[in-house]
């Protein structure tokens, strides 16, 4: 990046993009599922892994994160929240501030998924090995790796949640949203921990501002009320000092070239074809 020029176009959306890219969200039934499922897969992989001690590490690791996710289900289960009414409204945290107990179950997990996600990058660059030193087992190496990949994108997944969760920033930077929703499906009830950025301006500036040689951010909407500084403000770039702001003249003269002209057309738009023979109707006189 520090050797690179980004040139970001549409970057109206850059904002909330990035906002979409960092918000993460995992059900607590299927994460207990995923390590279930990836506890299966290291013990068909053990045969072409260096140490059986690394995997029974991972192994007694997600263990506790399965632990830690029934305990946190029955804790859930009986929160008069979600108890008291058949359709119980998402529980949101005032600010991002989770309660006492919940910010310490939050702190565990966070270590917890960080470390399964580090484990399991060691075991899929073992298996990248040993595929040189089995060429016979290719197949089944290449299998394994790609099972195992498939399950590390959950993995990485649910460290991000609990990463969110458990983090407290300080004014003026944005809160972290975080919510928990309860789902019933046929008779179990499971609960979507959820959470989100409010605004991408803390993580843009460090991941990407603070690397890059240099950027350039284009698009026809960039101003609001006339001004920059909404821009600035979604983006980061209101924290930074080298940030030149440039309004163009378009260089097409709309006043004398252009011409608006609004028909009285009966088709919504949404029926395209009905739409579509207006417009064909319309076009010739226009023209």
Partial sequence: PNQSLYCIDEAHHLGKKAVGQFAAEHSLLQAQSWLKKTTELLNR????????DAVL????????????????????QNEPRFTETDNPAPWLFEQGLLPEGLAVVAGNMAL??????????????????????HPDDEVTIDHYSSELGMVMGQHERMAAVWQHMAQHVEPPTPPIAKWITQKREAKK?????????????????????????AAVLTSATLRSLGKF?????????GWLDDVRCVALPSPFDFAQQ???????????????????????AVLPTLI
Avoid at 45 to 52: N, T, V, W, Y
Avoid at 65 to 76: R, V
Avoid at 229 to 237: A, E, K, N, P, V
Avoid at 267 to 273: E, M, Q, Y
């Fill in 45 to 52: 992989c053990l045969s072409f892994l260096p140490s059986a």
């Fill in 57 to 76: 590490l991972t192994q007694d690791t997600m263990q506790a994160l399965h632990d830690e996710l029934s305990q946190l289900h029955a804790i859930l």
């Fill in 112 to 133: 917890m998924s960080a470390s399964v996600m580090k484990q399991l990058t060691t075991c899929g660059e073992a298996l990248l090995e040993a595929r040189k030193q």
């Fill in 189 to 213: 009830v499971d609960f979507m921990i959820s959470a989100s950025p409010i605004s991408a301006a803390s993580a843009l500036s460090q991941t990407l501002w603070q690397k890059v040689s």
């Fill in 229 to 237: 500084d909404l821009l600035l403000q979604q983006t980061g770039l």
């Fill in 258 to 280: 252009g011409e608006l002209y609004l028909p009285p057309m009966q088709a919504n738009p949404r029926d395209s074809a009905a739409h579509t023979a207006e417009i064909i």
